[in-house]
């Protein structure tokens, strides 16, 4: 039997559009959590955040896991896990309880909580999560720990996500075929906005975007708590189809010229950079300068935010973020010049967020398109953390701690 392993771990899995990310997550005694695996595979299973090819999707978890977990020299059980798609709806909902006793108790806390989720939603979706705004008791508003205060009515506001049931049991069906154990599963805008916001933001007012390959899931926060949430499919897989038919090249070619040249602003880019574009099959190479590159991309990005900006003014939420603006994290933030276009179009301050509140390793901190795995470590940390009391130890744990016991012996 595997021996076990003392250390505390916790693995975050992301099932994005373009790839699969794992992280390993060790427990550190101190508190924190710190990166000792991580590894990302190619994702052909997913469109738009929803799996269309279980098997592919099986394909690109196993890869990505089994990495990290070479990495971390652990073998992963249990997963939290990220699901996107546009299936997902939210609200924001109240709720009323009598107090029970003269003061409010942790039971009167979930009355209350219950009776806030009890709203029809459709028939084939789930409620995936139920995040408390506020309470208000005996009328008094703004309180953020209700227990212990003296009042005979207790109200909650929450913001509810559900997603549709069939998504839920395909993502947990892939889990499960890689002998994974589902132990959370978790929107990706919440997770991301774990990994990349401050909470001076969240109280402030700020929207996070975690914009992928399919889709951009948004976040609003407002005196701490989610205001807003919603998924559009809108992503960086739209900038490169436009580069695929601008310039006539497979998606593949475009992919990568988008992401080794691109730039979302044309006056950033001498026109005299030129770089050359492979044809279709067996066509001739062609010359093309950067500036015309950025000129196909720029537009793309522009809508892109400003679909945005309108989702933010039909919710009624752009007025609540004026104060922390926009951050913008997910793999087509990495664009140069997306920041400042985005500025121009949101009209309120933007940063790129990158993963944060994680020790560990360095290049991922740098990578905004590992914001919502590092999130889902965070998340899963900070409303269960000692929910994997430790993972079996991977072989090649073994094989290296042999090895590094050779090299000191002699
Ligand atoms: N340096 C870069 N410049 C521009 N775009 C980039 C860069 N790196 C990655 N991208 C784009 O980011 C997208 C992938 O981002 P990410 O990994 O966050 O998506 P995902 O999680 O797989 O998808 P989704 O969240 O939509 O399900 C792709 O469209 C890719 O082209
Ligand atoms: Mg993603």
């Avoid at 690109?60 to 546009?86: D, F, K, L, P, Y």
């Avoid at 975690?210 to 998924?231: C, K, M, P, S």
Wanted: hydrophobic share 40%; with cysteine.
């Amino acid at each position: 039997m595997p021996r076990r392993d003392e250390r505390e771990l916790l693995v975050g899995l992301d099932i994005g559009t373009s790839k699969c990310v794992a992280v390993i997550g060790q427990v550190m005694p101190e508190g924190g959590v710190e990166v000792v695996g991580e590894a990302s595979a190619p994702n052909r299973g997913v469109n738009r955040g929803d799996v269309v090819n279980i098997d592919a999707t099986v394909q690109s978890i196993r890869r990505a896991v089994e990495n990290a977990e070479q990495m971390a020299g652990c073998r992963a059980q249990s997963v939290h896990v990220g699901m996107s798609g546009t299936h997902l709806q939210s609200r924001n909902s109240t709720g009323v309880a009598p107090v029970r006793g003269r003061e409010v108790t942790q039971k009167d806390v979930e009355s209350v909580i219950d009776a806030a989720r009890a709203v029809l939603i459709p028939a084939d979706q789930r409620i995936l999560h139920v995040i408390p705004q506020e309470y208000m008791v005996d009328g008094r508003d703004g309180i953020h720990e209700p227990v212990g205060m003296f009042g005979v009515r207790l109200e909650a506001r929450v913001h509810m996500i559900s997603g549709s049931e069939s998504a839920q049991l395909n993502i947990r069906k892939c889990v499960e075929s890689c002998d994974l154990t589902l132990d959370r599963l978790i929107v990706p805008h919440l997770a991301a906005s774990e990994a990349v916001l401050l909470p001076e933001e969240k109280t402030l007012g700020v929207c996070m975007v975690d914009l992928g390959a399919g889709t951009a899931d948004i976040a609003v926060f407002r005196g701490g708590a989610v205001r807003h949430t919603a998924v559009l499919a809108l992503g960086g897989n739209l900038v490169t189809n436009d580069i695929s038919v601008a310039f006539r090249t497979p998606h593949q070619f475009a992919e990568e010229i988008k992401i080794a040249y691109g730039c979302a602003l044309p006056e950033m880019v001498a026109a005299s950079d030129v770089i050359e574009v492979r044809g279709v099959g067996d066509g001739p190479a062609r010359q093309l300068s950067r500036h015309t590159l950025a000129e196909v991309i720029k537009p793309r990005y522009e809508e892109i935010f400003r679909f945005l900006r309108k989702e933010l003014q039909r919710s009624e939420t752009y007025e609540m973020v004026a104060g922390g603006g926009v951050v913008l994290t997910g793999g087509a933030s990495a664009m140069p010049g997306v920041q400042e276009l985005a500025e121009a179009v949101f009209e309120v301050p933007v940063r790129i967020g990158l993963p944060q509140n994680i020790r560990g390793l360095n290049d991922l901190a740098r990578d905004p398109g590992y914001a919502t795995a590092v999130g889902l470590l965070l998340h899963g940390h900070r409303a269960a953390p000692r929910s994997i009391a430790g993972q079996e130890r991977h072989p090649s744990y073994w094989v290296r701690r042999i090895k590094e016991w050779v090299a000191g012996n002699f």
